[in-house]
């Protein structure tokens, strides 16, 4: 019997407690053992729920426990759960979490503790909820040198730029509706800012690399300046915008962004729609492959943690080799990395045509039926610093969206 601690009992605490409850036969076939929670964490209390009978208030309870080899952190956050972990690590308890703000600030060392107790600390969850995207890079993927990472890692705000795309409606509209269907917090910053996409690129980033990628370190752009009108570009554009998170490889070094794109008809994330993610990877070897399922939710997240569990009973006493130093990767400076702009702007485009290719060289103008007094225009590759130089001649600009691919 191999006997685990749940830390938490919230959303995916408890999706945790009912993955092993329904599929646990299963599991423990896979396993070649019993998986066991032996106790559940919280500081609440849970009456008439039969988590009752193995609910705990003290965290020194599972950690003094000798029984318990498996611990699964679902609170959030990174304090207490920085403390906890690394107290259980130490203890030679293996962890599991989905927690993306720990994983993003602490891995390195929490994974260098992991290494030296030849236990596990695993963290599939922390990035695209269910999708299989962590253990693939370490183990499917090992051959190859990864030259790219991009993905739609948020639903929500995935959720929002699909209803104003296919809808028209405008930003505070979606907004709204999002929270009313409990996919948007009341406070919506994470997402809609862009933060929440960021830690988990940085995540991703970390793992390409084999280094440190602090995600304070990577430009990163909401969606709260999107409106109805910049959808209506796109659409006659034959595109549609989403809000990426990418890591490209540039020699030794990575870029990383996370900004809304314009992405044409034949990108593989075009079709992403509603509150799913999917990330597109790039090996020099594979070439590409796509993941794709639900980024979030109880069950979804619950199921990818229950599979570290398993992955981490199978291994009591191996580590697996996971190469994230805590040595900080320099990106490359984002006003060095190069595309293409789209830029709205107020004016008369017959009139303006010739200053604009003067300042950006050749541009393809765009315009839309009903929006009157202004127009858009794409420019040629050029780089961010660039760009900014030119756009700073300009003042009517009201809008830029980078183009991908």
Known sequence: ???????????VGSGVVEVIKTNGA????RVGDEIRIKYVLDLRDFPGDPVQEILVHDFDVILNDPEVRIVVEVMGGVEPAYTFVKKCLLAGKSVATSNKALVAKHAAELLSIAREKNINFLFEASVGGGIPIIRPLNSSMTADSIEEITGILNGT?????TKMFYEGADYDEVLKEAQAKGYAERNP???VEGYDACRKIAILSSLISGHQVDFEDIYTEGITKITKEDMMYA???????KLLASSKRQGDCLSAIVAPYLLKKDHPLYNVNDVFNAIFVHGNVLGDAMFYGSGAGKLPTASAVVADVVDAAKHLHRNIMTIWRSTKLKLVPIADTSKQFFV???GNAEEMKEALENSFGPVEIIRVDGLDGEFGFVTGTMTEKEYAEKAGQFEDILHMIRLEG
């Open 1 to 11: 019997m191999v006997n685990i601690a749940v830390l938490g009992y919230g959303t």
């Open 26 to 29: 299963l599991i423990n076939q």
């Open 157 to 161: 705000t995935n959720y929002m730029m």
């Open 189 to 191: 910053e994470a997402d």
């Open 235 to 241: 659409k006659a554009m034959g595109m549609t915008i």
């Open 344 to 346: 709205r702007i107020k």
